[in-house]
């Protein structure tokens, strides 16, 4: 956070990947080279303080495109749909969309 508030390249940043991880698992993944997705997580569930990152683009005033990015290679259609339905939910609920 505070390299992006001090860097004069935050008035580059046009979009957003909005994704997030359990860090345990990251560990895991890292350390017996399983695949990264298994890491991934809702937004509101990984180790990414959203509501942290809400106000650090407020600060910056950041006015781009944001994507939700769900690595979800094993879901079903219908898991991958309720996920991202989550996901914006989650966003919309803390104000950062």
């Keep these: 956070h505070i390299v992006l508030r001090r860097t004069i390249w935050r008035k580059r940043i046009t979009y957003l990947h909005f994704k997030n991880m359990d860090g345990e698992m990251r560990r895991q993944v890292a350390a017996n080279n399983l695949k990264a997705s ?5 937004l509101e569930l990984g180790i990414i303080d959203y509501r942290e990152l809400k106000k650090l683009l407020d600060e910056i005033g950041f006015d781009g495109i944001g994507v939700i990015e ?4 094993t879901a079903t259609t219908q898991e991958a749909f309720e996920a991202a339905k989550r996901n914006l939910k989650y966003l919309q609920d803390i104000k950062i969309i």
């Design 38 to 42: 298994q890491a991934f997580w809702d």
């Design 70 to 73: 769900q690595d979800m290679a």
